[in-house]
Structure formats: structure tokens, C-alpha cells
């Protein structure tokens, strides 16, 4: 999934009020760490991560490979914290109108 400038904008701003949903510590990134974000991202489109610094990982890594495994994109990385989308699958259970969707 590719979002245009506007639409990294737009769900950057929806995230700055989230708090963080998803933390990484020094396990990495498990299956059951990738289920949970899976399960964020399926009931609320967006998710923000906290990438400990005992996960020897970055939040650039952790964000390639959750967008890659669970078919999201990404948002925006700062720090220690990684954003990530993606649309719901269910027409119900989507919250986010994207710019020039």
C-alpha cells in the first residue's frame, strides 16, 4: 500500500493525539507481538509502537517488517516510536477517510 504526502500528513496528525498501543521490548518482534499489531491495525486502522531500546531493533526495522508482514504502510518514525496503517477490512470497522480516496 502507498500513501501520498498528504495522506502521511493527514494520519500523522491523527496520531500524534494516540497513545502508544504496541511496545517492543528485548523479544523483538514475535509472532504474538506482530498478531497484537495485526489486531490494532484490523479495529483501528492506525497504530502507534514503542520500540524499547532493549529490542535491538530500530524503529525504521520494525516498521519495514510489520508493513511488510501485515500489509501496512508507513507512516511516520520518530525517536522511539513507529506509525503505521492500514485501511480495515471491514466497511464498519473503518474510522479513517483518507485525502483523495
Given at each position: ?51 524499547l531500546e ?48
Open positions: 500500500m502507498e500513501l501520498t504526502s498528504k495522506q502521511r500528513a493527514q494520519l500523522r496528525g491523527l496520531a500524534n493525539t494516540l497513545d502508544d498501543m504496541v511496545l517492543i521490548g528485548k523479544s523483538g518482534l514475535t509472532d504474538s507481538v506482530l498478531r497484537e499489531i495485526d489486531s490494532v491495525l484490523a479495529k483501528k486502522e492506525l497504530v502507534k509502537i514503542k520500540i532493549s529490542a535491538m531493533m530500530t524503529p525504521r526495522m520494525v516498521q519495514s517488517v510489520v508493513c511488510e508482514e501485515l500489509d501496512a504502510a508507513p507512516v511516520q518514525c520518530i525517536g522511539t516510536k513507529a506509525v503505521i496503517y492500514r485501511e480495515a477490512v471491514e466497511p464498519e470497522d473503518r474510522k479513517i477517510v483518507l485525502i483523495g480516496k
